[in-house]
Nanobody, 126 residues
């Protein structure tokens, strides 16, 4: 399955933004999905993940209370809703997917995922 993350842009601190992750060549609804981000010169870091069942989610400490991940299986899309954005949220955001061992599992490391999208830039100005 090929993934595409989109919805990034340039916003001001305190603004909200919603990223979307869509799939082609397969269906996202049968996969666990994660969001990661990578700032210039830094490693790719975990942001949020959602299980295939959507019953479980997991967030990086830095985004708890500000970001939410959810999925719409009718649209076959996973969303990352970001609120109260901060300059240190600036990064390229990637979505990733994998067929899970269990429909309720969430995965939070890059090596857990097989399929990756190209990423979308989020820039937060102060």
């Amino acid at each position: 399955v090929q993934l595409q993350a989109y919805g990034g842009g340039l916003v001001q601190a305190g603004d909200s933004l919603r990223l979307s992750c869509a799939a082609s060549g397969g269906t996202l609804s049968t996969h666990a999905v994660g969001w990661f981000r990578q700032a210039p010169g830094k490693d790719r870091n975990f942001v949020a993940a959602i299980s295939r069942s959507a019953d479980n989610t997991h967030y990086a400490d830095s985004v708890v209370g500000r970001f939410t991940v959810h999925r719409d299986n009718v649209k076959d899309t996973v969303y990352l809703q970001m609120y109260n954005l901060r300059p240190d949220d600036t990064a390229v955001y990637y979505c990733a997917a994998r067929a899970p061992w269990n429909v309720d599992y969430v995965y939070s490391t890059p090596r857990d995922y097989k399929n990756w999208g190209q990423g979308t830039q989020v820039t937060v100005s102060s």
